[in-house]
């Protein structure tokens, strides 16, 4: 129908415009707290304390994304971290900013662990079939493409007009998909009504079913889970804390370099995207433990990178190289695992099962970021046995995936 693709392209719209503003927000907040502080530990606290409420919260959103009102949520959702931010943006520069930001990043939180299965339940409520496939392609190409131009703008931003010109433009971004989202045309929640067992009650229920269905009768959904999930614990405190760290404050070089970073990150991930979808006939469930092993493998030439010789932009090089394909990687294996969740998943579940997915690898991420924090601060000249550790265990990890995908492999072509 005309209406579907109108709304879906305005979601669409909204989506890409939102997530531009906060492509622009984490990096100028990550840069602003590493000049600050010049603490790896205490970076990694802050991004590891704004994920707290996410983690907690994932769960009670992809219930509401189930039963909800998808079109009044989304906006109100996006009014208020418009509102915040702009907020923000007028009480920073006048003592005690980290506190603010801190205390921002935290509702922004809030608001995220809500809006994130919100707009995922949507697609389903608009598009079927091959064309929700395709949706999803969509969906990811814009997040990609708004994760490349948003370091890249928020870099050149911050470091020519400083912190707060980037608050109000990411505040303006998020008020704008809330304008859009008032035009958006969405069905009914297709789920049953809460009727008389209250709001708790059905909450309660809910997630008691999803629980049951992770852990009791489909225990490979939990197995998958927790293998995501440490992979998180790896690659984003890598990616999270290594890598500012290693750019601005072991190699001293500026906040434009990491834009440029973080900008290749996003295009490697729209070329994950792409490999993604031409190896979908020819990566099966049972070899899905390759992509593991090559993000095993790319750390090493980062730590031999800081054995050798090669100077700051040496060793900046061996960095953008190894963080691009490790960015494919990881993005091929996040499309086929999603993929292997979302056909075991019951439709009435989908909901809420992605939304564990959200808080099962949220909550490895700041663990990892700790980590690595830690790490970098403790042993600061040790950067190649960070690395080489890092490696070995994600070919580890690896390893076991192989009996894993083997397993779910067998049981698929057992109920085709």
């Not at 590891?48 to 998808?70: E, F, Y």
């Not at 009480?91 to 707009?119: K, N, Y």
């Not at 297709?190 to 309660?204: C, E, L, V």
């Amino acid at each position: 129908m005309r209406w579907k693709t109108k709304t879906f392209s305005l979601l669409l719209t909204g989506q890409g415009i939102s997530l531009l503003g906060n492509s622009m927000l984490d990096l100028a907040l990550s840069m602003y707290v590493l000049e600050v502080t010049g603490s790896a530990a205490l970076f990694a606290a802050f991004l590891a304390a704004a994920m707290v409420p996410t983690i907690l919260l994932a769960p009670l959103g992809g219930v509401l994304a189930d039963r909800g009102n998808p079109k009044a949520m989304m906006v109100g959702l996006d009014l208020a971290s418009g509102t915040l931010t702009l907020l923000a943006t007028l009480l920073v520069g006048h003592g005690h900013d980290l506190p603010v930001l801190c205390a921002t990043l935290i509702l922004l939180s809030i608001l995220g662990a809500f809006e994130t299965p919100v707009a995922q339940a949507c697609l389903p409520l608009l598009l079927q079939g091959e064309s929700l496939v395709r949706g999803n392609a969509a969906v990811n190409q814009v997040s990609a493409v708004s994760s490349l131009a948003g370091p890249f703008l928020g870099s050149l931003a911050y470091s020519s007009l400083g912190l707060q010109p980037v608050l109000a433009v990411s505040g303006v971004c998020f008020l704008l998909t809330a304008l859009l989202e008032c035009f958006l045309q969405l069905p009914a929640s297709p789920h049953p009504p809460t009727g008389n067992a209250g709001i708790w009650a059905t909450i309660k229920v809910d997630l008691q079913g999803c629980i049951h269905l992770i852990c009791r009768e489909q225990p490979m959904l939990l197995r998958l889970l927790l293998l995501i999930s440490v992979l998180a614990f790896f690659v984003q405190g890598i990616a999270l804390v290594g890598l500012p760290f290693l750019v601005r404050t072991v190699l001293g070089l500026s906040a434009t370099h990491y834009g440029i970073l973080e900008s290749i990150l996003a295009f490697a991930s729209i070329v994950g995207s792409i490999l993604a979808g031409l190896l979908t006939n020819r990566l099966s469930t049972e070899r899905l433990f390759l992509p593991l092993l090559l993000l095993g493998a790319v750390l090493f030439p980062v730590g031999f990178a800081f054995l050798l010789p090669l100077g700051a932009s040496g060793r900046y090089g061996v960095l953008l190289a190894a963080s691009a394909i490790l960015q494919i990687a990881a993005t091929v294996f996040s499309v086929f695992a999603l993929s292997l969740l979302q056909g075991m998943t019951p439709t009435a579940m989908l909901g809420k099962v992605m939304a564990f997915t959200v808080s099962f690898s949220l909550c490895a991420q700041p663990l990892g970021q700790i980590l690595y924090g830690a790490l970098f601060d403790t042993f600061p000249f040790q950067t190649a046995g960070i690395f080489f550790g890092s490696g070995l265990c994600i070919l580890l990890l690896g390893g076991y995936s192989k009996g894993v995908f083997l397993q779910l492999s067998k049981a698929r072509n057992k109920n085709p």
